[in-house]
Nanobody
Framework: QLVESGGGLVQAGGSLRLSCAVS????????MAWYRQAPGKQRELVAA???????NYTDSAKGRFTISRHNAKNTVDLQMNSLKPEDTAVYYC???????WGQGTQVTVSS
């Protein structure tokens, strides 16, 4: 089970930090990721990170978002800076190894 937190309403140019924790002991996770889905659009990958710290970002997130993780705790964070109205979406944590999706957290950026 994935538990997300940290969404909310922020003005353009502001920051938010999303957090996701994987419950359950003895779970080994290779990669963790954040996706988002805006109204009327397909869900898209925002950022992903491997156990070794390798990262991948969608072009619109590069330079503004930072994904990080704590391997021992099986948590992953997404620091979002310089937010824009087009970042408004429901953000989902995802663990590919187990096809686990979080419940989603709303991020709304006002202009």
């Amino acid at each position: 089970q994935l538990v997300e937190s940290g969404g909310g309403l922020v003005q353009a140019g502001g920051s938010l930090r999303l957090s996701c924790a994987v419950s359950g002991s003895g779970i080994t996770i290779a990669a963790m990721a954040w996706y988002r889905q805006a109204p009327g659009k397909q869900r898209e990958l925002v950022a992903a990170i491997t156990t070794g710290g390798g990262t991948n970002y969608t072009d619109s997130a590069k330079g503004r978002f930072t994904i990080s993780r704590h391997n021992a705790k099986n948590t992953v964070d997404l620091q979002m800076n310089s937010l824009k109205p087009e970042d408004t979406a429901v953000y989902y944590c995802y663990v590919p190894d187990y096809d686990y999706w979080g419940q989603g957290t709303q991020v709304t950026v006002s202009s």
